[in-house]
């Protein structure tokens, strides 16, 4: 691959897959472009800045003009960036509907202007709403809940129209919820795993019975990465083969490994629109040669550990940078010009 630009490649997922891209010879340079918003930080690309093919742009996905630059001198394109968190969507639709719909829209018209080879879209299980029983295909029609889940939707619908409109070689990836070292204590994991490390209590909806699958995020990189060099444009992955685990069974995993008790415990009301399971099938990615590797007791445990020796990243929670990392070539935080 010639030249992949990331965006959201400052986040949590994003900087993984970054660093698994420059572990590689067959790229030739990475570009990052992020906003820099809360969750996102340039410690998360860490020791990557000293890879000279690495090149950052801190910017927007909803500025025009700094999008389309950037796309320019690009063969490939995986797009992570996005507002993603549950609780955040159910207090402030419209930011979710601007960057994860708008921001998706601008994206790929840009890639449609540009020689793109492939253009990966993350999106997540999520899209096809709560699972009782039975298990989600890649065919299944989307029937999403809460506004996080149904801007992710509409993102996926909005990038595969791209490939059947414009011919843009789009794929799209549904992954199941990912866990690993640097992630932002507001998810789950990691918000369970300071609180506890500091002796604070933590809370479960309900009675803790809402079931996920849990991947780690190495894993998911993996499957993102078989997708851009070998997924066929137009197609939907899923990527998924994780643990499956009530909040309960998560919580009881972390008091051990923190080394608290079910004394940390506060059982508080459901949240509006709480999803009571996800289930998705992966055969399709599997074709490609995808199969999760990472142990998910083992790799939970070295969750726990990462935590415990990176205090200064969680207390208090990291914020967006203001000092300008290396390999800066744009500094695009002008206000966003809308398409």
Same mark, same amino acid.
């Given at each position: ?5 990331? *965006? ?18 067959? *790229? ?136 059947? *409109? ?174």
């Amino acid at each position: 691959m010639n030249a992949v630009l990331v *965006t959201g490649g400052a986040g949590f997922i994003g900087s993984h897959y970054v660093k698994s891209l420059l572990r590689s010879d067959t *790229t030739a340079r990475v570009t990052v472009l992020d906003a820099l918003t809360y969750a996102g930080h340039v410690k998360n690309l860490g020791e990557a800045f000293l890879d000279p093919r690495l090149t950052f742009v801190h910017g927007s996905i909803l500025d025009t003009a700094v999008v389309d630059q950037v796309m320019a001198s690009h063969t490939h394109v995986v797009h992570f960036a996005a507002e993603s968190h549950v609780d955040r969507s159910l207090a402030g639709e419209a930011l979710f509907a601007e960057t994860n719909v708008l921001g998706t829209q601008i994206l790929v018209n840009a890639a449609s202007r540009h020689p793109i080879q492939r253009f990966v879209h993350v999106s997540t299980d999520e899209v096809y709403g709560p699972l009782p029983d039975g298990t989600a295909t890649e065919d299944d029609p989307l029937r999403p809940t809460v506004p996080y889940a149904a801007t992710k939707a509409a993102s996926d619908l909005i990038a595969l129209s791209a490939y059947r *409109t414009y011919g843009l070689p789009v794929c799209v990836t549904r992954s199941s919820n990912n866990f690993g070292p640097a992630q932002h204590p507001e998810k789950i994991i990691p918000l369970f795993i300071t609180r506890l490390l500091r002796g604070e209590p933590v809370t479960l909806h309900g009675r803790g019975e809402h079931v996920r699958n849990w991947l780690h995020v190495s894993d998911h990189c993996a499957g993102i990465d078989l997708v851009l060099r070998a997924g066929t444009p137009g197609e939907v992955y899923n990527i998924g083969g994780g643990t499956d685990l009530t909040s309960r069974e998560l919580t009881g995993e972390l008091l051990r490994l923190c080394g608290a008790d079910w004394n940390a415990i506060q059982y508080i009301p459901d949240r509006r629109a709480n999803d009571i399971r996800y289930s998705m099938a992966w055969d399709k990615i599997a074709q490609l040669g995808y199969e999760p590797r990472r142990d998910f007791h083992e790799a939970l445990a070295d969750t726990v550990q990462w935590y415990r020796h990176h205090h200064r990243r969680w207390t208090p929670p990291p914020r967006a940078c203001a000092v300008t990392p290396p390999h800066v070539i744009l500094d695009a935080t002008r206000e966003p010009e809308h398409a």
